[in-house]
């Protein structure tokens, strides 16, 4: 049971290159979502997805798309990276409604641009 | 909107002493509230949660109640280890269905041998 995988672990960006953060998971969670976590401001949302097909944005969203054509699959692409998305971002998935659950994260990906 | 918001940190202790760190929470309804825990170089693990007014989660030795009276869920536990060093997150999930967590800032704890 492998949970929730993200990749890269590490990567580093030049200024306006373009990437996308890879998300999977292995357990038919409907939600999933991208955050992205700096230093003294806790995990802010990104976009989220309630099921394959819908995507909304979160607190966070320019210079960020996603889409979500399986259950299994949630990438996270950035367009045009800019040194203000250095950060380290985060994948979590949760059962539909059962929020009691919580969720569950990756590992995190580590994106410097420069 | 929906807010979280933590004591600051880092907080530094000693081990085997009493721990609290404090949340408190502005949302309408009734959420759901949760404390998360990363360990360097991780990513967040769910260590204890509360789905309803006077709940009381409990792991791992820490616990929290969910106060709806003074809108806190504040984490405590009686001895801490330095292998609870790590970075603690308050988090809520609001009363919409869309799967969205609010998180506060994270406190960092250090325990000391």
């Known amino acids: 049971n492998a949970g929730v995988t993200q990749t890269p672990k590490f990567q580093v960006l030049k200024t306006g290159q373009s990437m996308t953060l890879q998300c999977a998971q292995d357990m038919n969670h409907e939600y999933m979502s991208w955050y992205r976590q700096d230093p003294g401001m806790g995990l802010r949302l990104i976009h989220y997805?309630?099921?394959?097909?819908?995507?909304d944005q979160g607190e966070v969203p320019n210079g960020y798309n996603v889409s979500r054509s399986t259950t299994e699959d949630f990438p996270l692409r950035l367009l045009s990276a800019a040194p203000s998305q250095t950060s380290v971002y985060f994948c979590?998935?949760?059962?539909?409604?059962?929020?009691?659950?919580?969720?569950?994260f990756g590992s995190g990906t580590r994106l410097t641009v420069v | 909107g929906d807010s979280v918001t933590q004591m600051e940190g880092p907080v530094t202790l000693s081990e085997e002493a009493f721990l609290t760190i404090n949340c408190t929470y502005t949302a309408t309804g009734y959420p759901s509230l949760f404390w998360y825990v990363q360990y360097p170089g991780e990513g967040l693990q769910l260590l204890l949660k509360a789905t309803k007014a006077d709940d009381k989660g409990s792991n791992k030795g820490f616990e929290a109640t969910y106060r709806k009276e003074t809108t806190s869920f504040h984490l405590e536990k009686g001895s801490v280890q330095v292998s609870d060093s790590a970075v603690y997150f308050c988090?809520?999930?609001?009363?919409?269905?869309?799967?969205?967590?609010?998180f506060g800032q994270g406190t960092t704890l250090q325990v000391k041998p």
């Open positions: 988090a809520l999930h609001g009363s919409s269905n869309t799967g969205k967590l609010i």
């Open positions: 997805s309630v099921g394959a097909g819908i995507t």
């Open positions: 979590a998935s949760s059962l539909g409604g059962r929020w009691a659950y919580g969720y569950t």
